[in-house]
């Protein structure tokens, strides 16, 4: 209570030409002392003006119109909208329909790649995790990629073994969706025209 008229408000609930025990502008409830919200006036002053309960129902509402959860869902679908392929590439389980190769086969070519200190218990993000990378990333297909994708050449490039490897998780988002080409390649246009079976040729061997 380092101003004065805080001390006066907090000992009479008033202040000089304030009217005293003010109710709560809501549900015109007397509130007792200390079970009040307060807003501070053009002249610095603290008035009551809502009880605590009414205050707390009306940011219960602000909160659920604001509610960050539905607002992440409705962009996420809209992102999802104007990029479909991203549903597909959000889960690796959910490519191995898609392309030839399973789960065991996916695990065996992973841990052929592990450092010494990557196991599967420690893939995820921040410091000492691991993730999958796209040597190509996934963005720089996406915008080319068509349904089915079982057929498309662009999915399949993103998601061939050959593109994907281990990498420590910090060095990976550092990367983000930054496009490096394989050693003999100066276009990335290369890269979308060439076929499945070159494009492996190219990424199998290479480390961006």
Known sequence: MNRPWDKIFFETQ???GME???ECKNCGILPEHGNFSAVTSSKGYK???YCIPC????????D???DTSERRALTTAMRLERQPWEKVHNYISGVYSKVDYDRADFDKHMESLFESWMTWENNGRGDGHWQIEHKIPRAFFGPHMKEPY???EQFQKTWCLENLRPLDAQL????SAKVYLP???EDESFLIDCTLEEFKTHVKNWNP
Do not use: T, W
């Open 64 to 66: 659920h119109k604001y």
């Open 14 to 16: 008033s202040l000089p």
């Open 150 to 152: 079982d057929f498309c």
């Open 172 to 175: 990976n988002n550092s990367k």
């Open 20 to 22: 005293a025990m003010r």
């Open 47 to 49: 008035h009551p003006n």
């Open 55 to 62: 205050v707390r129902i009306q940011r219960s509402k602000k």
């Open 183 to 185: 050693e003999g390649i």
